[in-house]
């Protein structure tokens, strides 16, 4: 089972998402301020639902990608 502390990353997202964002060494909402959308995309197993979710996420958290 998955440590809660270790990602805070929406839990809705899909496997591949969520593995590829790991392999990334993404595993916190505030490391999505520094690159950009289209950045993140390029991941393989990114989709434009993964990035929907990711988005909302972070503007609940007061949080968005670079611009």
Do not use: C, W
Not at 40 to 58: D, F, Q, T, Y
Request: hydrophobic share 35%; proline share 6%.
């Amino acid at each position: 089972m998955e440590n809660k502390k270790e990602s805070d990353l929406p839990e809705r997202l899909a496997k591949p998402a969520l593995r590829a964002l790991k392999s990334a060494g993404y595993l916190k909402l505030e490391q999505f301020t520094e690159p950009k959308e289209v950045e993140v995309l390029k991941l393989h197993g990114m989709g434009p639902k993964a990035i929907k979710l990711i988005r909302e996420e972070l503007s609940k958290n007061g949080l968005s990608f670079k611009k």
